[in-house]
């Protein structure tokens, strides 16, 4: 496993349009979550793997604290 992949958690997988509204959120709190899209990776590499539209957000292990109760609330805001 990468030493980025190690230091960071994922905090949400699904559409990507879902996966921005929460992006948002955390931008606001001065936390850049790193987003992750394999189908998109797949498709530019020649080959097809992973769910279309289906991002993947991770953040830093040491800022799930502060984003937590953000994340938290967006999803049950969109019913998650």
Known sequence: ????????????????MLANGLKARLNEL?????????NASSIQAGFTIGVPGQIMLYIR??????????IDEYLKEIGE
């Open 61 to 70: 292990k040491d800022e799930l604290i502060k984003a937590q109760s953000i």
């Open 30 to 38: 001065g936390i850049s979550p790193i987003e992750r899209n394999d």
């Open 1 to 16: 496993m990468s030493k980025n992949l190690e230091e960071t958690t994922r905090i949400y997988t699904g559409p990507a």
